[in-house]
């Protein structure tokens, strides 16, 4: 099973960037789908951003144009750009590891522990 650590978050203030980064180890990081998962008080957890093993991504309606996810297989890490951040994106930012199927359901096999992501002036 593959070991996730997430790192970037922070304050920032509205209209902000962030880059958040997802370190992976303990097995074959390129095949596995990367999610980015974000889970704000009093609210479920949301699918942010995924990408498939093949590069394929795709994103939620609320981060579309704004938020970018890529991968670097070379060094196991993936990554979620996140431009023009609003008061609403604050919340804890997740990343996984999983399988994606031909149906494009996403199944989650690891976590990481999370990052502090506040949108605030």
């Known amino acids: 099973q593959v070991q996730l650590v997430e790192s970037g978050g922070g304050l920032v203030q509205p209209g902000g960037s962030l880059r958040l980064s997802c370190a992976a180890s303990g097995s074959i990081f390129s095949i596995y789908t990367m999610g980015w998962h974000r889970q704000a008080p009093g609210k479920q957890r949301e699918l942010v951003a995924k990408i498939t093993s093949g590069g394929r991504t795709k994103y939620a309606d609320s981060v579309k144009g704004r938020f970018t996810i890529s991968r670097d297989n070379a060094k196991n890490v993936a990554y979620l750009q996140m431009n023009s951040l609003q008061p609403e994106d604050a919340a804890v930012y997740y990343c996984?590891?999983?399988?994606?199927?031909?149906?494009?359901?996403?199944?989650?096999?690891?976590w990481g522990q999370g990052t502090q992501v506040i949108v605030s002036s």
């Open positions: 996984s590891a999983g399988r994606s199927d031909y149906s494009d359901n996403y199944y989650v096999d690891s």
